[in-house]
């Protein structure tokens, strides 16, 4: 060749790495090349079709969400609170007026004092997770440190109280009961009282995010919004039914969702709630208490027809349903900070851990085993339209009790309905007056 062929003459050189094709360790299977090209796959549609049948199938079989019970109290439990600091940590008081705080990873109760003489209506800790707050039916508050030796002071009211919630970043909490007050633990009198109405006042929270803002329920069918910062109520709403409970998205500041007396449960804008963004429904039986995940995207229900529902926050329907044959009516309700476990405490006097997802393994897990997961969720959430799938992931088995209730319930509403339906076509005064809208499904 001459110089001139050699410098037009092009070489093309193979070069691999060798990291792309030789395996970690001698348990790996070896790696094989695969030629993505769709004209040479004429069948990966009904192969991956059939994959997540399986995997459907698979996520069903496996679905075992109780964890553990834990024994102890000697009476209903109603009220719990998760710790601040420690992801193991929760504290819970009984009908007996015993408060005990639980070690997750052993199962076991490392604290227990009977500090109330009845019913302990509410509990929670302060964001330092340095003593928690309890109170109850005896018009006494309980404040009881954590760190270090034990140490216990009572503040005695004039009422009794139903409820308290500590705020985010201040050292002071709000108590519901015959009055809504605001107290610091250093003084014994309340700082600020925000009573609207005569009623007796069932549940307070504060904001997550919004720290001065907390929303109250009353007896008297109202749901209440307050600011500590000013001395009158920003806005009051009043539903058809009592609200029990009521819980704010951890992610989203404006938004809060209540357990109702009606069987359903409904999330709210607090600057819109002259109607509920979404009703939750599925429950045959009033909705005792609601717990948001951290990551806001879901939400669980603790009922007195003795289930608890897990809905995701845009969805009308839960998506699990979890019981268990000894477990009585809920009353309470958490999820824990980690996204992956739910504690409910009954009547019964057991307090229950859940699996957040059903068929979720515990323990750890190698990076093929949580390829291969993704891998099935991603076709799962691919196929799910598809019959066989959506009535294999959709399908949850509930007590024959609870199956009749809820198709006696369907019966009841589609009756109403229908005639809602009939008297709109036939008056003309009430196709005057209002507008139908149907209902989202």
């Known amino acids: 060749f001459t110089d001139i062929q050699r410098e037009r003459m092009r070489l093309k050189v193979l070069s691999r790495d060798h ?30 079709y059939k994959r997540a049948l ?23 439990v109603y009220c719990m609170s998760l710790h601040p600091k420690e992801l193991s940590c929760i504290v819970s008081g009984s009908a007996d007026g015993e408060v ?73 909490f709000v108590t519901g009961g015959a009055e809504v007050e605001l107290w610091s633990p250093h003084r014994a009198e309340p700082i600020a009282n925000f009573t609207w109405g005569v009623d007796t006042t069932n549940c307070v929270k504060f904001n997550y995010v919004e720290t001065n803002v907390f929303a109250s329920s009353a007896d008297d069918r109202s749901i209440t919004l307050f600011d500590i910062r000013t001395s009158k109520p920003i806005r009051k709403i009043l539903m058809d039914m009592r609200t029990n409970r009521l819980c704010w998205n951890p992610m ?22 002259r109607k509920p963004l979404k009703t939750h429904k599925g429950h045959v039986s009033a909705v005792m208490d609601i717990a948001y995940a951290p990551t806001g995207r879901e939400l669980v229900t603790a009922s007195y027809d003795r289930t608890l529902r897990i809905y995701p926050v845009d969805k009308p329907r839960s998506r699990e349903v979890y019981h268990t044959q000894r477990m009585q009516r809920l009353f309470c309700v958490l999820w824990s900070a980690d996204n992956k476990y739910i504690a409910t405490g009954s009547d019964e006097t057991n307090i ?22 993704r891998y099935s969720d991603k076709l799962k959430e ?8 959506k009535r294999i992931l ?48």
Not at 382 to 389: A, L, S
Not at 400 to 407: H, P, V
């Open 352 to 373: 229950r851990l859940w699996k957040a997802q059903a068929s979720e393994t515990l323990g750890t897990q190698s990076a093929r085993q949580r390829a291969s997961l």
């Open 54 to 76: 399986n995997a459907a199938k698979v996520e069903r079989i496996l679905a075992k969400p109780f964890v553990a019970s834990l024994d102890g109290h000697r009476d209903g």
């Open 100 to 172: 005990r705080m639980w070690d997750l990873v052993t199962k076991r109760c490392t604290f227990e004092k009977t500090l109330h003489d009845g019913f302990v209506h509410g509990v929670t800790i302060n964001p330092l997770g340095s003593h928690f707050v309890s109170v109850g039916q005896d018009k006494t508050i309980k404040i009881c440190t954590l760190d270090g030796e034990f140490e216990q002071s009572t503040i005695v009211s004039k009422t009794y109280f139903k409820d308290v919630s500590y705020h985010q970043s201040k050292s002071e």
């Open 252 to 273: 989203e500041a404006f938004n809060f969702t209540t357990a109702n007396e009606d069987h359903n449960a409904y999330t709210f804008d607090m600057r819109r709630m």
């Open 394 to 441: 959709n399908h949850r088995h509930v007590p024959k009790a609870i199956y009749r209730a809820s198709q006696e319930k369907n019966i009841i509403l589609s009756s109403i309905k229908r005639k809602e339906e009939n008297r709109r076509i036939h008056s003309k005064q009430v196709a005057k007056k209002k507008q139908f809208v149907e209902e989202k499904k």
């Open 382 to 389: 691919k196929f799910h339209h598809h019959p066989e799938v």
């Open 19 to 48: 990291e792309e094709h030789q395996r970690k360790s001698k348990h790996d299977i070896h790696r094989m090349k695969k030629n993505l090209n769709p004209l040479l796959h004429p069948l990966e549609a009904p192969r991956e």
